[in-house]
């Protein structure tokens, strides 16, 4: 049984074998219809609980269709709805849920909601968002630029922004995946040091540069987010966007990264704010690839979880 809570607490041959998975299991599929399913059943007769306690319509989605299409059955649970919300335990629902279902995904806030529930729960449970992480994302961030620009490995990523989860977890494969990583954005919002520290222990060159032209030079990816995160207090929001402005991703950034650059977001996008439409809907623009791959990684992560 295998948990998949963060990309830096798995084996870095698990990842690349998700990812190859991923991509495989993508083109299997060859364009039929979205409920069809897979030819191998691999989730046959299992059953997936998804529970979120934040909004959702990616990971909510992808996950759902994804548990379908490999042949297993998904209940979609919000937190709030059920006695987590009002009192009982994570220990105790773990307990109780993993004598129903096969599998737990989670999105939370507090990442140590996930670890109690990946610690009682005889089930794996992956983390589909927490304050601090978003694994399942950047999975589908590495597949998507994979696809597009082959390996990964040795290229230079530049994050434009907050340092939030979602940066987080491009630190960790940074350090899994062997590729540079630049965060730009103010010294308030920089990312966690742990995790930079823990990247770079694994061999990444992760690089801090505040003036957002000098940092996208060479670049061979750059990636936005929104500036106000779910777990951010919307107080903050003025004070965010002002500190944020400078490094939104407009043409003229990207003009200044490489001819081919690609651009990504996690979506959803806040449209002229962290990211012009020029850029979303441009030529360098991979961000619906990235949103279907949400798919194809999370059914690879799932096999990986219940080794199927
Ligand atoms: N990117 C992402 O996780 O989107 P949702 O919040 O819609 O799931
Ligand atoms: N950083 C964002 C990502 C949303 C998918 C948030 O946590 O709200």
Redesign the pocket.
Same mark, same amino acid.
């Given at each position: 049984m295998n948990h998949f809570l963060d990309i830096h607490k798995t084996d870095k041959a698990a990842l690349r074998s998700i990812i190859d998975q991923a991509k495989s299991m993508k083109s299997a599929r060859n364009g039929r219809p979205k409920a069809a399913p897979d030819d191998d059943q691999p989730l046959a007769g299992r059953m997936v609980a998804l529970i979120f306690e934040k *909004?959702? %319509?990616? %990971?909510?989605v992808s996950f759902d269709v994804g548990v379908r299409q490999m042949g297993g059955q998904s209940m979609v649970l919000s937190g709030n709805e059920m006695q987590l919300g009002h009192g009982e335990t994570i220990a105790d629902t773990a307990r109780v849920l993993s004598r129903y279902v096969d599998l737990i995904m989670i999105r939370t806030f507090d990442e140590s909601v996930l670890e109690e529930m990946a610690e009682y729960a005889s089930v794996p449970v992956i983390n589909g968002?927490t304050d601090r992480t978003?694994p399942c994302?950047i999975m589908a961030d590495v597949q998507t630029f994979e696809e597009h620009r082959g390996p990964i490995a040795g290229k230079k990523v530049v994050w434009c922004g907050d340092g939030n989860n979602v940066c987080a977890s491009f630190l960790h494969a940074a350090g899994q995946f062997g590729f540079d990583l630049t965060f730009s954005g103010p010294v308030q919002l920089d990312p966690e040091m742990e995790f930079v520290g823990w990247a770079r222990n694994e061999g990444a060159t992760i690089t801090i540069e505040r003036d957002p032209m000098r940092a996208v030079e060479g670049a061979d990816l750059i990636v936005a987010d929104t500036w106000v995160s779910m777990h951010d207090a919307q107080s903050a929001k003025e004070r965010r966007h002002n500190m944020l402005r400078p490094y939104q991703v407009n043409a003229k950034l990207m003009e200044a990264a490489k001819p081919d650059a690609l651009f990504m977001h996690?979506? *959803?996008a806040h449209r002229e704010e962290e990211v012009t439409s020029e850029v979303m809907d441009g030529p360098h623009s991979v961000i619906w690839d990235e949103a279907e791959n949400r798919l194809h990684a999370q059914k690879a992560i799932m096999r990986y979880c219940l080794g199927a």
């Open positions: *909004p959702s %319509t990616r %990971t909510r968002l978003h994302q996690c979506l *959803p």
